[in-house]
């Protein structure tokens, strides 16, 4: 008995021991990513989003982690569902420049890239920049415009800057482009090609609110009074902090074994007897980076495979394509990631 116990003592000390090293290890991450700034500022960009809308929670962390990450957003949705509604509050939370660009079937490339001009004072062409040129961009109905106009924003949303007569105009950091789109199957739409859709860091389906929410929309907005909702929102975030936190969320470690899940998870999309499209290398990053937002949000500066499993279905359902079988049947992308990751071993 009292060997038991003196063995019972020894292996307490030892878990004692072991509590005391994780948690000095804990205070080193504490003391070398300093998250508590990033992790307030989150919670009031959503106190002040949810001031107005209601039930889009989810919603709104992805369009809060696609900002961290640098990372443009396509939000799909029927019509009345407030996508542009909270993409505008949204923006409002930020203190930087925002301009809304409406889609239409006649709109040219100049008039989102901008032109340019003759000045008869100077004798020659001035470029006259479009409503691109903002840090945050509000694209509605992007899918409404044909695709040479829809192609105008490839170099932007890839290499934020844009070429026009020979010279570059680089944008002004940050630059974020949020898109709306109605369903595709709706009349007057054109779909967005594969390319373009490649380029957006999540895409986000919205539905209909449940009816329990339903009614605390109707009541807010009847509290409200008529009161224009932009006006309830305040800016809480500048420029300079957002680029902060942007260079702290490199610091964030990630295990080697993460890799290897990242990869097996975007290499099976291409495999997959379902799909005839799978996930590009870009996808593969876009999950690294939003899986450490995720992590970082939480007050975490390590990557566990949660934060990467919560950065898959919206990093990964614009960018795999279904078999016209599997379409025709009623399954939709994200039936196949979740298929996908139930597949990969979880790393422990």
């Known amino acids: 008995m009292e060997e038991f116990n003196s063995e019972e003592q020894k292996n307490t000390e030892q878990n004692i021991e072991s509590v005391e090293q994780t948690t000095e290890h804990s205070s080193e991450f504490d003391a070398r990513i300093p998250l508590e700034n990033l992790k307030e500022a989150v919670t009031q960009l959503k106190s002040q989003i949810q001031q107005v809308i209601i039930g889009q929670d989810k919603f709104i962390d992805l369009l809060i982690v696609s900002l961290l990450a640098d990372g ?5 949705g029927v019509p009345g569902i407030a ?9 409002k939370t930020i203190d930087t420049s925002f301009n809304r660009i409406q889609f239409t079937p006649d709109l040219m490339p100049s008039d989102v890239l901008g ?9 020659e062409f001035e470029f006259k920049k479009g409503p691109i040129f903002s840090n945050i961009v509000l694209i509605d109905e992007i899918n409404r415009a044909p695709a040479k ?8 949303m890839e290499e934020q800057q844009i070429t026009m007569d020979g010279t570059t105009y680089k944008m002004p950091p940050p630059f974020m482009v949020v898109a709306t789109q109605n369903p595709i199957e709706q009349e007057g739409t054109y779909a967005l090609p594969e390319a373009q859709l490649d380029r957006f860091l999540f895409k986000i389906k919205l539905t209909y609110p449940s009816l329990e929410e339903e009614k605390e929309v109707i009541k807010t907005h009847h509290e409200r009074k008529n009161k224009d ?3 309830l929102i305040k800016s809480v975030l500048n420029a300079d902090d957002l680029l902060k936190y942007r260079n702290l969320l490199k610091d964030v470690i990630v295990e080697d074994k993460l890799f290897d899940y990242i990869a097996e998870i975007v290499h099976q999309t291409r495999q997959h007897p379902h799909l005839i499209l799978g996930a590009s290398p870009r996808a593969s990053i876009a999950i690294l980076n939003t899986s450490k937002v995720f992590a970082a949000i939480q007050g975490r500066d390590f990557v566990t495979p949660d934060d990467i499993k919560k950065s898959l279905e919206p990093v990964l359902n614009h960018r795999i394509v279904l078999t016209p079988e599997k379409e025709m049947e009623g399954m939709n992308t994200e039936d196949v990631v979740d298929m996908i990751v139930k597949s990969v071993e979880i790393p422990r």
Not at 83 to 91: E, G, V
Not at 115 to 123: A, G, M, N, P, R
Not at 149 to 156: G, P, R, Y
């Open 72 to 76: 443009h957003v396509l939000i799909e």
């Open 83 to 91: 996508k542009t509604i909270t993409s505008k509050l949204f923006a």
């Open 115 to 123: 032109t340019s001009i003759y000045s008869k004072e100077k004798s």
């Open 149 to 156: 106009t829809q192609s105008a924003l490839f170099e932007v």
């Open 229 to 231: 909702a932009i006006s």
